[in-house]
């Protein structure tokens, strides 16, 4: 049987966004929230006009705006071009402030694990190692019949470290994060800072790994949209609600 978590039944009645104001600080996931879920990370369609989109939504929240996502942080900056923009990448093990250059990310987890990761690939063909600084995805979107043996060899890694890593389920994938490292902690951060601090946090997401976001957000007093719920699991809604909310005419949705 499914149940709603304690977060999800919280918000279960906010099944419509806010209209958005200064009053507003707005954080956004990426994959399945932003852009459609592609079979890969590297497949993802990003609409043309989406950056200037969360440019002009930047601009309207006195820049009150950052993506929040598990992708590194170059995938972000890469797809989102030209905007420059608050950017949390790697679960928040990775900021990046509008303005500003990030710091250079040294890798965390063991070079030891590249055989194993690259023989997981070979034994099951379609799935995908998503490698980052902080982080790891395991993808199997292509090849279903491993999300077991997927599941068992993160946890592997782990246990066979000294510890300071998680596993999360994610859609048709799973991450080894960094267990110090999460979306919630990294939107508190950020709402402590100008221009985010004394207004109401409002996070978009889809996903497992956007829970403990959810959490945070409804402890401050904010709202958690669920794409799922929010939005029938579609991004193009998403994607219209911003441009409802500023008003941006001429674009397709879809």
Known sequence: MVTQSPSEQAS??????????????????FDGTLVDIAESPSAVTVPDWLPALLMRM???????????????????VSYLAPAD??????HGAVMKRRGKSAAVQESVWPQSWHARLGQFTADYPGTVIEQKSSSIALHFRRA????????QLLNSLVRDTAGGFEVLPAKMAYELKLASMS?????????????????????????????DGFTAVEAMGGIALRVDSTFG??????????????GMQGVAVA
């Not at 705006?65 to 598990?70: C, F, K, L, P």
């Open 12 to 29: 279960a009645a906010r099944r419509k966004p806010p209209r958005l104001s200064l009053r507003h600080a707005l954080f956004l996931d």
């Open 58 to 76: 930047q601009i309207f929240l006195g820049g009150a705006v950052a993506v929040v996502s598990g992708r590194p942080l170059a995938d972000l």
């Open 85 to 90: 923009m608050d950017f949390v990448a790697e």
């Open 144 to 151: 279903p019949e491993a999300r077991d043996a997927a599941f």
């Open 183 to 211: 979306k919630g902690k990294a939107i508190t951060a950020l709402m402590a800072e100008e221009p985010y601090r004394r207004r109401i946090p409002v996070f978009a997401g889809d996903d497992v790994t956007d829970e």
């Open 233 to 246: 699991g579609q991004p193009q809604r998403v994607r219209a609600w911003l441009a409802g909310e500023i």
